[in-house]
Structures are given as C-alpha cells and as structure tokens.
C-alpha cells in the first residue's frame, strides 16, 4: 500500500500543482491543493530525489479556497485551477514565470509585468478537442492517464461549441479516437473533425444535420460544408483550415496583437520576420505597419491559410520550410524576429539562425515558461537581454502561461 503523509504546501509549480517537503526532505508535488494549507496526500510517484501524490483530504483549507464550478473538476483533467479565485490564479501564474525565468533562465528579478487577465473566465474556448471513451462517450483524459472521464457539462468552450457537443452520439468505431469541434462564422456553423489512428473513412452515426464529409489529412474525417472555417479576430475574418493551429482563446489573441503593436518598433523601413507564423494571425496585423514581412511555417496546412489570409499584401514573402533552414540564408536582414515556436520552443538550428541575423528586437511567444526561460538564456549569451515579459492569461481555470517577451540586441 502507497504511503500516505499529512504536509503544508509552500509554492505553486508549473504543471498545475503545489510544492511540499515529506520528512524525508524530498520535494512532493500535489495537484489541487493550496499553498498554506494542511492536506493529507498519498504517493502516487516515489522517486529518489522527489515523488509525486494524489490529493485525498483537504484538513485545513486555504482561506482563498473556493469551490470548482464543474462536478467534473479533479477526475477531469481539462482544468487545474477551478478552487482558486481568479485574481489568485493570475498571481500564481505571474509567480510561476518568474520562478522558471529566475531557476532555468538565471535572471535576477526578471521584468515580469502583472498577467494580462482573459476577457472571458468562462466559456473562451473556440477549439475543443474531446476523447472518446470505449462505450462511444465524449470526455477528457484524466490526470496524468489515458483513461477517458466521460462528461456531461463543461464550462470551457464556447456558446456555439457547448450548444452542440451535447449533440453528438456515437456507436463505438474501432480507431476512433478524438472528436474536434471549431467554431465558424458568425456563431452560426461550426466544424467537426473526427480523427482516427486508421487512414480511411470510417462510419458515423451523429445527431445534428450535415452537409458533407470530407477525408481529411492524416486519418481526419471533416464533417461540415467545407474544410476550413472563419474565424474574425480584431475585425478580419481569418481562414482556419481543418487540423491547423490557431489560438483558442479568440477575445485575448486581439490582446496579444494589440501589445505587439504597442511594443515592437514598427516604421515604413522595417523588415520583420514572422517565424512559425502559422495561418497568419500575427503577420496580418504587422504587416500594415513595415516595409516587409517575411513569413516561416513548416505546416503545409497552416502555410497555405497564410497565403489566403495574407494574399492581399504585396510586402510579404512567405517560405514553407523550417526555420532553421530559412533564417541563415535570407538575403533581407531582419530588423524584428517574432517567433512563436511551439512548446518544445526554439530548436538549436532556428536560434542560431536568429543570432547570425542579428536583429535589434526579439519578440519570443511562449506558450511554456520552461522552454521560454532555457532559449531566454540562450538569447542573453548571444548578445540580448531583456527587456520586458508580458503574461496573458489565455487558458483560464488551467494551468498553461502564454507569455510575449522582448529581447533587445
């Protein structure tokens, strides 16, 4: 039987959990549980040098502590942070990013600003992705399992997208593995892409009317009157492909633009490069404001809705190829690089490409504080600091930090 311990956590920890000390000296990591209080946990990872537990009693609550608005919370694994009042939640994620920064990127007191909270607590979520549980059910994985948790209610996505899940029934297909729905135009269509771990088409029973089906890429059945849908953000009605990324949380994304517009130096004689710069979200605001924008994005799926949304500006280039095979050989020297990598963040090859460019601004989003602190220190050694850290609170009610930096060369 798995030994159980009475501890007071002392600090929040990126991954949506808090840190404690067991007799032994070894750091614990608790999800669900509140700096200050007394709980009572049992190890569920015990490791030499640390161990991980599952939360079994609350035995003195944190005052702040509030109850979760979903009956799912911790059996779900969609949400961290439903116990802590939002205000904390903004203030713990501040506290996380700069901890990061200071541990793995060694910055003493790094310009982390206040987080820039969500328009939207609730329902802010234009992208959802459900699982399918054996018997056919849509649902979540649980906490650090495979395990599917079958849902009746969620609070994440939006009007549109929670109007219809509900919907849908499915029998049980073998290779069926997820269920996507995307919101579309004008609250008024939405797209639905099954995924499969099978490369062909596969039989369906769903409860709401649809026009067409179409077999997408990489085992994809798109099931809507097109392969794409339109979403409008800061008043552009961006083309968003089936299976291509775009930010889920669409009321913060005109935050984040509006901060790079503010913050970046923009004039008539820039040249900007937009790396991994996805269907365009970014470029198609920036580019208005330079002389050229160069755009990087290795998904075929995504570089092709970055030649539609941004086919109206004559100052773009645009190269559908990796980063680091782009940036060492173009001939026009940046003076802005914004990148936006993914959450492994900057691979060597793409930031030694950045370094021999020289730029006088790096603006690095982050969607992981881990990896934006690791390439930050990279970026100090080569010749930058920094200058400012801007959080946006794009993933409410979870754990997840999204975070704009700028380096100056």
């Known amino acids: 039987m798995k030994q159980t311990f009475e ?104 310009p982390v600003r206040d987080v820039v909270p969500s328009p939207s607590q609730w329902n802010y979520r234009n992208h959802v992705q459900f699982h399918l549980s054996p018997g056919g059910k849509l649902g979540f994985l649980a906490p650090r399992s495979k395990r599917v948790v079958p849902i009746q209610e969620c609070h994440l996505p939006d009007e549109l997208i929670n109007a219809l899940w509900p919907l849908l029934e499915f029998n049980f297909i073998p290779g069926l593995e997820k269920v996507s729905l995307r919101s579309g135009e004008g609250d008024e269509d939405a797209l639905l892409i099954l995924e499969s771990s099978d490369p062909h088409p596969f039989e369906f029973n769903v409860d709401i ?62 040249t900007l490069a937009d790396v991994y710069c996805g269907g365009g979200l970014f470029s198609v605001f920036l580019a ?47 003076d802005v690089i914004l990148v936006d990598p993914p959450r492994v963040g ?19 989003i982050s969607c992981d504080p881990s990896t934006l602190a690791r390439d930050a220190l990279r970026l100090t050694k080569g010749g930058y600091s920094l200058k400012q850290v801007t959080p946006f609170d794009m993933f409410p009610q979870t754990y997840h930090i999204e975070s704009v930096s700028v380096f100056l060369r």
């Open 346 to 364: 900057l691979d060597k090859q793409t930031l030694d490409g950045i370094l021999k460019l020289k730029p006088q601004t790096v603006a690095y």
């Open 288 to 334: 208005p404001r330079v002389e050229k924008l160069i755009g990087i994005e290795t998904s075929p799926i995504a570089a092709e809705d970055f030649m539609y949304n941004l086919a109206d500006f004559p100052n773009v280039d645009f190269y559908e190829a990796p980063a680091g095979d782009v940036l060492p050989h173009l001939e026009d020297s940046p």
């Open 209 to 270: 009317p649809l026009s067409a089906v179409h077999q997408g890429p990489g085992g994809q059945i798109v099931l809507s009157g097109d392969e794409f849908t339109i979403l409008e953000v800061g008043g552009f009605p961006f083309v968003v492909s089936a299976g291509a990324f775009f930010q889920v949380n669409t009321s913060q994304a005109e935050n984040m633009i509006a901060h790079l517009l503010e913050t970046l130096p923009l004039s008539e004689t820039t």
């Open 7 to 110: 501890v007071t956590p002392t600090k929040f920890t990126y991954g949506g959990e808090v840190m404690a000390r067991l007799p032994d000296e070894r750091v614990v990591f608790i999800p669900y549980a509140l700096p200050g209080e007394k709980v009572r946990i049992r190890l569920t990872e015990d490791k030499q040098r640390y161990a991980r537990a599952e939360l079994l009693e609350v035995l003195e609550p944190a005052p702040g502590r509030i109850a979760p608005q979903c009956p799912h919370f911790m059996e779900c694994g969609g949400c961290h942070y439903q116990h802590i009042p939002y205000p904390e939640q903004l203030k713990a994620k501040k506290a996380i990013l700069r901890d990061q920064l200071e541990r793995i990127g060694k910055f003493a007191g790094p």
